[in-house]
């Protein structure tokens, strides 16, 4: 606790640890969100890292300003396109300008076919001819309408979401179309992927009968929160707009946003949490956890053990991103991108190295128009996902080199880049494995014995930049109703 001398002792602030967009999410709640609350309590924010925003991060290339992070987030989801308003940035916000994508398949890019929910088939025809299947393949899902197989699940639990769908529509769905679209979302492999907290959909169809048309249904009764926004928002500046004007925001309503500050240690003196930090100790009346799990669970080790061992459970992926300019004329396919399946063999085998680097690429200027320039084109290229480490070890010139390869490869052309541009995100997806809402619900009921304190963040229940934004506002409501209740100092 601290003071002026002399004068009342100041009360401690509210500490949120972590200057990630769910952080700085929490931050703006505590702080009365959209109607600023002059009354509000003191908020100290600590970020490890030099800057703000996580992988909310924008940078030049060829004189344009891209996204290196998320490029775009969703819009049936109300949260961030909210957010942005009440920060000032709504103006800036643009809609996503093409539509579909396709996929290398069968060695060639065949444009991606309607009717997929999340990678997995509601109709056959559209795949049978989209040829990404074969002929095999394309049988096999027609089972699923003829002659369904039952889920093999009880009434509860969870399954993992490969196998779950591949039971139903055959492996050839799970491998050219589920793997690559949903694990491509969270950088990790449906073959262990938690059903439940990825598509929960898949778990509240009957377990009989054909899962196509149990889907269709779904779908059709599913309405979404905002049925006439855009697919996906992208902001002009880039994602680096949200977060400059989120800082500028939070400063201007008192909030102190270190940097350079990583919280060490996480303990209690009397009522009140006392932090480490370089330099010293910080006092806080209530917590908001809003880093990465294995950060949480060395914070919560000391006040819940079986917490701190279900965060350190939750696994991450590292993605590594390179980003060019061209030129020349691609001749790029229709849609926003496309994605490459999981052990697609590259014609530039080798036998330690047979399988293409890159996961997916992203046409930038196709998708946000905002961004185009006559004569150049733009293209973002992912490589690495969980258990794929071979970009990450590479250095940046043999990883521009092997992603320009695969390019090549997928995109039939001999184009050379003008510029490029590498961008490393380590550990940055966390893994949803086989029982992640156990987990998840473990470490919400263990840490709300603990006073004043919350988590939030990617680790727990969604890791689209909208649902990181609810779950940091949630957890800044519920510490300032635990100091409401009184479980916090006087
Ligand atoms: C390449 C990439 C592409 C993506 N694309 C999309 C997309 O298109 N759309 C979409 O919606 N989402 C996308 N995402 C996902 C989304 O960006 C992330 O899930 C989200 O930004 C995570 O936010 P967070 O606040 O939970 O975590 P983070 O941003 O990781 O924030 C946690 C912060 O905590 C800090 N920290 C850690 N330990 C400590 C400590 N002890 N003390 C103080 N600070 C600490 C870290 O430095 C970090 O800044 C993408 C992510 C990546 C990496």
Known sequence: MSGAAGGPPRAAPIVVIGGGIAGLAAAWELTGGERPDP????????????????????????GTVVDLGPD????????????????????????????????????????????????????WWPVARSGILGPLGSARLLRDALLPLPDRRGPLGDRAL?????????????????????GGIHAGSVADMSAAAVMPQLLAVPRRGGLMRALRRNTAAAAPAEPDAPAFWALVGGMRSLVGALEARLVERGVELR???????????????????????????AVVLAVPAGAAGALLEPHDANAAVLERSIEYGSVSVVTMAF??????????G????????????????????????????????????????LVRVSAGRFGDRRAEEMGDDELVERVAGGLAVVLGTAARPTERMVTRWPNAFPQYKVGHLLRV??????????????????????VGVPACIASGRAAARSVLEALGAGAGPP
């Open 327 to 336: 030129r020349d004329e691609l001749g790029l396919p229709g849609g926003t």
């Open 338 to 377: 496309f994605l490459v399946p999981r052990h697609t063999r590259s014609p530039l085998a080798t036998d330690r190295d047979p399988d293409l680097l890159i996961t997916a690429g992203t046409f930038l200027d196709r998708k946000w128009p905002h961004l185009a320039e006559p004569g150049r084109t």
């Open 162 to 182: 490969g196998p779950l769908v591949a039971r139903r529509q055959g492996r050839a769905v799970v491998e050219a179309l589920v793997d690559p679209l949903v």
């Open 441 to 462: 619900n473990g470490i919400e009921a263990a840490v709300k014995r603990l006073p004043a304190l919350a988590v939030a963040g990617a680790a727990y229940r969604g």
């Open 39 to 62: 009354g509000a309590p003191r908020v100290v924010l600590l970020e490890a890292g030099p800057r703000l925003g996580g992988p909310l991060d924008s940078a030049p290339i060829d």
């Open 72 to 123: 775009g987030f969703l819009g049936r989801r109300p949260e961030a396109a909210a957010l942005c308003h009440e920060v000032g940035v709504g103006e800036l916000l643009r809609p996503i300008g093409a539509s579909g994508a396709s996929l290398y398949s069968r060695g060639r890019l065949r444009a991606l076919p309607t009717g997929l929910v999340l990678g997995v088939p509601t109709r």
């Open 259 to 285: 940097t350079g500050t990583p919280a060490s240690a996480l303990g209690r003196d009397g009522e009140e949490w006392a932090l480490e930090i370089p330099g010293g100790r910080l006092a806080a009346q």
